[in-house]
């Protein structure tokens, strides 16, 4: 007795001549019927085909069945994802190796949890999260695994450093003294003042028999200073003394 699936492969369909030139497809009812007793009965789908999408972030894995697949599929840890399909034989081609640098790093084939199983395991370079979807396209069958690498947290944002702004140093501007505004321009001439000492040039004088006298004026200042003295001891305090050489 043929398997299943080689049933299916020996199912043909021959056209049937009909008359006024027309053709149609002829199937007899026992063969179709023998045919869904038979799938019935085995109740699998097999695996066709796998297909790979590896990005650096995003990885997209699709399986491609012969049925509607009974699969099941779990994430122990957060860099394998394992794929477990009710099917029984082996997977040729497997492992896939992949290079490493994106975010699939292998698919390989793991231990079945029973005698009717078989398991795939997707490794991971990085932590990610998977989604699985089954699509239909007719008796055709499509299980999806989309794989998102974990967002890495944002990096710490710079530590501030504080700049000692100098600052410059400015000469003191000259002070004027304060003006008194009731003094005109004129008035806030500079002044020179002199010494209380006023020195006056010598005199000089002629007496009556020809001789020159030299007279000395000192007007004195008061108080210890009397003003000038004479050759006698004389003190010539607001008076006149006339010495003769």
């Known amino acids: ?34 045919l869904v007793l038979l ?14 999408s590896n990005g650096d972030r995003q990885a997209r894995i699709t399986f491609s069945f012969i049925g509607d697949p009974d699969y ?54 990085e932590n990610g999260k998977t989604e699985a979807v089954k699509r239909q396209s007719g008796g055709n069958y499509t299980v999806v695994f989309t794989i998102n690498a974990d967002t890495p947290p944002p990096p710490p944002p710079p530590p501030v450093v504080a ?42 004088a002629t007496s009556s028999n020809g001789d020159k006298v030299v007279i000395a004026i000192d007007a004195g200042h008061g108080g210890q200073d009397p003003g000038a003295i004479g050759p006698g001891g004389t003190r010539g305090e607001k008076r006149d003394d006339f010495y003769r050489p």
Not at 45 to 52: E, K, N, P, Y
Not at 75 to 98: H, M, N, S, Y
């Open 39 to 52: 799938c019935a009965q085995a109740g699998a789908a097999s695996l066709s085909d796998i297909q790979v």
């Open 72 to 125: 099941a599929f779990s994430q122990e840890g957060k860099r394998t994802v394992a794929l477990d399909i009710k099917q029984t034989g082996v997977i040729q081609g497997l492992p896939l190796q992949f290079s490493g640098n994106n975010l699939v790093k292998a698919i390989r084939s793991g231990t079945a949890k029973d005698a009717q199983s078989l398991r795939l395991v997707v490794d991971l370079t």
């Open 163 to 204: 700049k000692r702004v100098e600052t410059p140093v400015v000469a003191p501007r000259p002070t004027e003294p304060a003006r008194n505004p009731f003094k005109t321009n004129q008035d806030r001439a500079t002044a020179v003042t002199s010494s209380n000492t006023v020195t006056r040039p010598a005199a000089r």
């Open 1 to 34: 007795m043929l398997s299943p699936h080689q049933v299916i492969c020996c199912w043909r369909v021959w056209p049937v001549n009909l008359k006024g030139g027309g053709m149609i497809y002829r199937i007899r009812n026992w063969v179709v019927a023998t």
